[in-house]
């Protein structure tokens, strides 16, 4: 791999997840609060880590995934100082190629392959149950890791957003839109990218529960306590059981049949706009009201 590429000099920085064990339950929280916990490729790869830690130790039950700071997280890396997408990493969800000495189409579909697509299905099938913690802002790349979990847990200040399609993306990679929140919210989420309450995402069944901000991780742990009573087994095969039926209602193959429109969008940008993001950056997206 090359190692000519480097991430720009930023000076000593946490790592970008923290693991810890509370009894039965492993939580993982993202580390990236001065950043929203924007998630870049370093991050993402930490996340991969944390999460086969879990599954390797007998001790751990349930996993908790939660966001150091005001917010959960806001979504992919598109600006920060630490933006690494153009790095090479050791592949761990996929066989596609590496990315980072390859141009266009080639370069994107096998880069989020790999981190995007790849990782969330895999973090799905983690075969012990898993639980978000969600507050501030759940937006885009931040939906999917919380969709990616068995439960959601959020404060009431907590907000979902998929605001892509302003960059004339049809949402997030992860595309489980339609089998989160029923499809005509669906497509009232995405055509409006409004923010939605944590109580509306409550009232549509995206969420579990909603618990006043001070008391999200005690609330959450306390959950998370209560299921890592079950027997391991029963708990893995029902998850599975579970997952099992949304597959046959299609998430799966949804999934990739989405995942080809949403590279078609990078690919229609490029070609038709200042890039494959279509000249929306940070900047641009809050000024739209993301």
Known sequence: MSTSRTAPDTGPAEEPVRYERRGPVAVVTMNRPEYRNAQNSAMTYALDRAFYRAADDDAVRVVVLAGEGRHFSAGH?????QRDA???????????????????????????????LGMCRRWRELPKPT????????VAGGLML??????????????????????GIPGVEYFAHPWAMPP?????????????TARRAYEIGMINRVVPRAELTDRTLE????????????????????NQAEDLQGLHA???SVFGLHHLAHAHNAETAADSL??????????AGS
């Open 184 to 196: 005509r919210i669906a497509k009232e989420f995405l055509y409006t990218g409004d923010r939605m």
């Open 254 to 256: 949804g999934l990739d």
């Open 278 to 287: 279509g000249g929306m950056d940070i900047r641009a997206m809050k000024k």
């Open 86 to 116: 153009h790095l090479p990493f050791e592949r761990r969800a996929g066989l596609w190629w590496d990315h980072s000495d390859k141009q266009g189409a080639e370069s994107r579909f096998a880069r989020e392959s790999e981190v995007y």
């Open 131 to 138: 639980v978000a913690a969600v507050q501030g802002a759940c």
């Open 77 to 81: 890396d598109i600006g920060t100082p």
């Open 223 to 242: 959950l998370a306590a209560r299921i890592a009573e079950m027997p391991r087994m029963g708990l893995a095969l029902t998850k599975r059981a579970v």
């Open 146 to 167: 919380a969709w990616v979990c068995d439960l959601i847990v959020a404060s009431e200040d907590a907000f979902f957003a998929d605001p892509v399609v302003r960059m």
